[in-house]
């Protein structure tokens, strides 16, 4: 999460919660990041009780209900406008339908994986237009999608992803590599090095948020829904791949740009 100390343009201040691990005992859950919503829901409390104004989040799982009764996205709702959250859309792709909470919420900026060497959506990255919950209830769709424009998010803010963001792909030359340390130290690449080859919407993600939070420290946006409103001048059209396409730097500040015009 991403905390400003002060108006005007500064150095946002980091925040990191830790909410997912496998390996304690006292949650029962013995597979690497697992956890439970309410530990993530009480991480976003404690960030919104912090005063964070944008918040990183790399984890996902099906939705429960739809996006307004779910409870990672009932969270993420309560805590716009304040906070500008940023969500992985998960990993469970290349399947239409599978973009997971919190991700799902209209209300957040949805992040997919692209590869680095090709651009292309990462196979493993979730697609849309929607959770799979919604898959067999085209009607409940509809009638969100109707609630969306009636609280006055960005238009097309209930189909997902939004955007896609390097997050790797299964192949070596698309691999990401992360400072690593502990048992996890080798299991992937075998080696003992503080370095492990990682990918996956929860790598895209902060990225994601990292650029924002400098964009928003800089005055370029006040809100992620600014960014989807830009976005959707400079782009015109959203896919159920990629959302609005692969965002970089300079994909930003046209985004900003086209909101001024």
């Given at each position: 999460?991403?905390?400003?100390?002060?108006?005007?343009?500064?150095?946002?201040?980091?925040?990191?919660?830790?909410?997912?691990?496998?390996?304690?005992?006292e949650?029962?859950?013995?597979?690497?990041?697992?956890?439970?919503?309410?530990?993530?829901?009480?991480?976003?409390?404690?960030?919104?009780?912090?005063?964070?104004?944008?918040?990183?989040?790399?984890?996902?799982?099906?939705?429960?209900?739809?996006?307004?009764?779910?409870?990672?996205?009932?969270?993420?709702?309560?805590?716009?406008?304040?906070?500008?959250?940023?969500?992985?859309?998960?990993?469970?792709?290349?399947?239409a339908?599978?973009?997971?909470?919190?991700?799902?919420?209209?209300?957040?900026?949805?992040?997919?994986?692209?590869?680095?060497?090709?651009?292309?959506p990462?196979?493993?990255?979730?697609?849309?237009?929607?959770?799979?919950?919604?898959?067999?209830?085209?009607?409940l769709?509809?009638?969100?999608?109707?609630?969306?424009?009636?609280?006055?998010?960005?238009?097309?803010?209930?189909?997902?992803?939004?955007?896609?963001?390097?997050?790797?792909?299964?192949?070596?030359?698309?691999?990401?590599?992360?400072?690593?340390?502990?048992?996890?130290?080798?299991?992937?690449?075998?080696?003992?090095?503080?370095?492990?080859?990682?990918?996956?919407?929860?790598?895209?993600?902060?990225?994601?948020?990292?650029?924002?939070?400098?964009?928003?420290?800089?005055?370029?946006?006040?809100?992620?829904?600014?960014?989807?409103?830009?976005?959707?001048?400079?782009?015109?059209?959203?896919?159920?791949?990629?959302?609005y396409?692969?965002?970089?730097?300079?994909?930003?500040?046209?985004?900003?740009?086209?909101?001024?015009?």
């Open positions: 999460a991403f905390k400003y100390d002060r108006p005007g343009f500064h150095n946002p201040c980091m925040i990191c919660f830790k909410v997912k691990d496998g390996s304690e005992e949650s029962g859950l013995l597979l690497l990041g697992e956890g439970l919503d309410h530990d993530m829901l009480r991480a976003i409390e404690a960030a919104y009780l912090w005063g964070a104004q944008v918040l990183s989040l790399s984890m996902s799982g099906p939705l429960q209900g739809t996006v307004f009764e779910d409870p990672l996205a009932k969270a993420i709702g309560k805590v716009y406008p304040q906070m500008s959250v940023i969500a992985a859309a998960g990993n469970a792709g290349p399947d339908w599978t973009v997971e909470a919190p991700g799902a919420s209209p209300h957040a900026l949805s992040v997919g994986s692209n590869g680095i060497a090709s651009g292309r990462s196979v493993f990255s979730a697609r849309g237009p929607q959770a799979d919950w919604y898959k067999t209830k085209p009607g769709l509809s009638e969100d999608a109707v609630r969306v424009q009636q609280l006055g998010l960005a238009p097309d803010s209930l189909h997902k992803p939004d955007v896609v963001v390097p997050g790797g792909d299964f192949s070596p030359r698309e691999m990401l590599y992360s400072g690593i340390s502990g048992w996890m130290d080798g299991e992937i690449d075998g080696r003992l090095n503080a370095l492990e080859p990682l990918t996956g919407t929860s790598m895209s993600t902060p990225i994601m948020a990292g650029m924002f939070a400098l964009a928003k420290s800089r005055g370029m946006f006040n809100h992620v829904d600014d960014l989807k409103r830009g976005l959707g001048r400079v782009r015109e059209q959203k896919s159920s791949d990629s959302g396409g692969a965002v970089r730097w300079a994909d930003m500040v046209a985004a900003a740009r086209a909101l001024r015009n």
